[in-house]
């Protein structure tokens, strides 16, 4: 990424620090935003860059800001082009995270529906070393949000205090990473990733009932498990489950695919990363940087191969 890295403000490229938002907007009283955060990759070999599954992405954008009574006049496919361009711009040719997030703008109250002003960044993000080495979780005293309150199917700013109070008291209480809870007492997800433990030769992951984000990279992780032929259920699950399982992974776009190898203190299984966990985070990593030919229809490229 050469120079200042540029920004897409309400459709248009500006300097990094020109991207501001007013402090009485709504946004930022009530946290009134709602975000994408993907991933693209660098393909040495093919001179490349991928975005994986925008398209996802775009539309689960469109669905947070119709959830969450947002009347933007703009169309979130438009932003695909732009995130594209971006990239270009600043000549990414790196791993990188990028957020596309749309707020509600103005000077309005809690209440309004627009304006709905929307911003696209990129920044340079590597993979954790904790990908190879797994990392130690504790199940949060904090419960996971519920439907019928702040339900996490909107990928809401203001949801995420959630995630950060349970992230938090994990760090504190000398964890790597948290897992909540649901309102039922069954295990829900992580501050910023989905769950899946592998128990009796099964895939297992809670479903979308039980308090998750519709996780885009927690669909990815089903269909290339299901691809290698191992059983996947989706289903509600216990936590004490997570003591019993014989392997445990938690993935999600900035996090990717990070091995679980204890949980409040229990290992799980042999307490290191498991065989099933290492297969499908090396499909996962060959199909988000199209070294593989499974995750090609999930890529789009930024270059062309120039």
Known sequence: ?????????????????????????????????VFE???AYWNAGENELYVFRLQEHLDRLAQSMKLLRFAPDFDAAALGPQLLDLLRANEVKEACHIRMSAYLDGDGEHHVTGPVSYFIA???????EKTATGIR?????WVRLSDTAMPP???????YVNARLARFQALHDGYDDALLLNEHGKVGEGPGACVFLMRHGQLITP???????ESITRDTMIALARGAGIDVVERKV???ELYAADEMFVAGSAAEVLPVVSVDGVDVGAGDVGSVTKSLQD????????????????LTPVYGGT
């Open 283 to 298: 499909a996962y990593f060959s199909a988000v940087t199209g070294d593989s030919h499974r995750g090609k229809g999930w």
């Open 122 to 128: 990129s920044k340079v993000r590597p993979r954790s």
């Open 37 to 39: 955060g993907l991933r």
């Open 153 to 159: 199917r909107i990928k809401c700013g203001a949801n």
């Open 1 to 33: 990424m050469s120079g200042q890295p540029l920004i897409v403000h309400n459709g248009e490229r500006v300097p990094y620090g020109q991207a501001t938002a007013h402090v009485m907007s709504p946004a930022m009283r009530y946290g009134l935003n």
């Open 137 to 141: 979780c504790a199940v949060s005293s």
């Open 207 to 213: 479903d979308i009932t039980s308090g998750i984000l």
């Open 238 to 240: 216990d936590r004490t």
